[in-house]
């Protein structure tokens, strides 16, 4: 049966599928998730909404390499601000991070066209967050400082003035399922007649 036929027993799947998604900040070490299952995630983000069929995104899936060297370059951030042993405890923890996938967005000239396509990048991502969820891998977007260095840029070999990073994203199993509050509908939900 086709989702569109739909039934009551699908709707409550994909409704508890979102509700129960978190972000995972703790993941099992040393336990990748199997390879197919984050290709077929980064398959499934691309069939995202994207005005005038842009398609935006790019998908950089990242070897332990490349992991380590972003690891490294954190770290020598924070040790500059908070001193070397906050850099070591950072690169201790990021190199047991299991899964790294870097999402980027083709940068246009055009500020309405820029605009949409960051947000289609951001269905993508969550595209290939809530599918890996489905299959019980956590994901971690991030943002941080370090996804905004040039050198961040030149390890994963992507020209700034052609894509911009919207997302350096961790996955693995989740260790822990952290619980984040919603605010109520009443505060958020505005009905015009
Ligand atoms: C664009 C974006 C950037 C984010 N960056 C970070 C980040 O740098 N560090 C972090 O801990 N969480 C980050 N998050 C995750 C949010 O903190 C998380 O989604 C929020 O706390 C709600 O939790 P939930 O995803 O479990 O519902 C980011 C989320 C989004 C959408």
Redesign the pocket.
Known sequence: MSVQENSSANAAIVAELIRS?????EFLPQQPPPRELILRGIELARWAPNHFLTEPWRFYLLGPQTAAAIARLNAELVSRKQGPDAGQAKLERWLTIPGWLVVTCENSDDPIRAREDYAAC?CA?HNFSLYLWSEGIGV?????AVTREPQFYDLIWVDPTVETV???LWYGYPAEI?Q?P?KALDEILVELP
């Open positions: 998604r978190r972000t995972i900040h951001c991502i971690k977007w991030t943002t941080g919207v997302g350096l952290p984040t919603r």
